[in-house]
């Protein structure tokens, strides 16, 4: 039974889908003004993981991800200029082409790190109407005013407000900076729609002003919009966005709808380099680009999964080389069930289902990924030692390439140089390998010549294992 740790109501619950066999998912997503970074990759990864781990669990899971590509503000207060105008301002181009430009980007990054794509991504550039009429519903059931052209969530008309992150009202309140927006009634009110100044680049009119949406109003608008108006499953994001974004999502889609948003919020951690908090001031944010250049996509995969998706990560490059070490090892043993899945020798009394149990209880225990692999690590020690004592046989380790898959639908890791062997090839290694057991030398050097001449070279491993690869 799949528990999850609900950031609602801060302890790990039973996950119970709404319509069985069913699951509907939002996870916020980014602001395509600049490449996507390292924290976006951890982020996106782990909602990638909750969502096949789901799928391998027999649900039939909803997905979407949005890209922001108007709205977000470079300051989470109500002021300062929108993140993507600012960069299309600054390098002369149209706001739309610059999302157009980095959602491709962004797409490229997620193909790479192998994220299943969404079953949406909408765009809130698409839907100023909907967010519209929304924020309208909100004027007109009491929680949003409209002010000096632009309109604001009241939030004392919500008196849950703070539900998610745990903050008070009144402590947010004696927080509060003196207010530089005179349109506000309180501090803590937050923009639905924003008036524009005449050179912001992107407006549309509205009954309020021509201007445009305020940041978090999309999500509520998307997530009702192709997800319904009831409450979903489920809804991901980082918890760097849990307040103010994701506290004012809650606010407004639980006034407009009357019902809860989503029953279950489950938040990725951060990611620091070098242990600093990776920030484009410091000079330290990796894109996912970056680590590209240095890394293969499925190390960085490995790396991402290796730690629990609520603990803070750190980039550094001995980590990776660990991921880039236990992925050649995962490669290695893919390799050699492969080989001797073709071997013809007898099974033996090789057990894989505490390894599937084992699997199973650490991904119901809030997706814990570390522990998942480290059943697979286990797993992979186990038959190397069985393949030195020659007690594995071929039907075992069909067994075990099938459970393989299974895992790996989920874990997603796409192995460097696992092609398929030639039958012709697998005949030659069958009968080396018999040579080598029967001590038979010269035999076995000539079959691996021949093997070398056909493209493919042997490589035996300390363990009395070997690897065949294709000679590239
Ligand atoms: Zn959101």
Redesign the pocket.
């Known amino acids: 039974m799949l528990n999850i740790y609900n950031t609602l109501s801060r302890k790990k619950e039973t996950f119970k889908p709404i319509n069985p066999g069913k699951v509907g998912m ?4 980014p602001t395509v003004y600049d490449h996507c970074h390292l924290g976006h990759g951890r982020g996106y990864v782990s909602m990638d993981v909750i969502r096949k781990y789901l799928e391998y669990s027999g649900y039939e899971v909803r997905y979407i991800m ?1 890209y ?1 590509d108007v709205g977000h503000l470079v300051n989470d207060a109500e002021v300062g200029e929108d993140k993507i105008e600012r960069k299309a301002k600054t390098e002369k181009i149209d706001p739309i082409a610059i999302a157009d430009y980095y959602i491709q980007s962004c797409k490229e990054d997620f193909a790479a790190l192998n994220i299943k794509p969404a079953t949406f991504n909408p765009r809130p550039t698409k839907y100023v109407d909907q967010m519209i009429k929304f924020t309208q519903g909100l004027i007109e059931k009491g929680f949003a005013y409209e002010s000096n052209g632009s309109v604001y969530f009241s939030v004392e008309k919500f008196p849950e407000y703070g539900k998610l992150s745990g903050r008070k009202t009144e402590e947010l309140l004696a927080g509060a900076r003196v207010e530089i927006d005179p349109n506000k009634r309180s501090p803590l009110d937050f923009a639905l729609w924003i008036k524009a100044d005449t050179d912001h680049i992107l407006q549309w009119k509205s009954p309020w002003s021509v201007g445009y949406p305020g ?2 109003i ?3 608008v998307m ?1 009702c919009d192709l997800l319904g108006e009831n409450t979903f499953d489920i ?1 991901g ?1 980082g918890n760097e ?1 849990a307040f103010p ?2 506290e004012n ?1 809650i606010a407004q889609s639980e006034a407009y709808t009357g019902q809860k948003m989503a029953n279950y919020w489950m938040l990725w951690n951060m990611v620091n380099v070098d242990g600093v908090k990776a920030s484009k001031s410091l000079g330290n944010a990796l894109s996912i680009k970056d680590a590209l250049e240095k890394y293969a996509a499925a190390v960085i995969r490995l790396w991402i999964i290796s730690s629990h998706y609520r603990s803070v990560m750190n980039y550094t490059e001995e980590s990776l080389d660990q991921a880039k070490t236990n992925l050649q090892k995962i490669n290695d043993f893919v390799l050699n069930m492969e080989a001797l899945s073709t071997a013809g020798t007898p099974p033996s009394d090789f057990d894989i289902e505490p390894y599937r149990e084992k699997f199973e209880a650490a991904m119901d225990d809030d997706l814990n990924t570390p522990l998942a692999l480290s059943g697979l690590y286990e797993l992979i020690t186990e038959t190397n030692k069985l393949l030195v004592e020659s007690s594995l046989g071929a039907p075992d380790a069909k067994k075990i390439l099938a459970f393989w898959k299974r895992i790996n639908a989920v874990f997603g890791l796409e192995l460097i140089g696992q092609v398929e062997i030639p039958q012709e090839i697998l005949e030659l290694v069958k009968k080396r390998e018999e040579a080598r057991q029967n001590k038979d030398f010269p035999t076995s050097d000539q079959l691996r010549d021949e093997i070398e001449k056909l493209g493919y070279i042997i490589e035996d491993t300390k363990d009395n294992n070997f690897i065949i690869k294709p000679a590239k």
């Open positions: 939002y996870v916020c997503g949005n922001t940041w978090h999309e999500c509520s997530s809804h994001g966005n974004h994701n999502e």
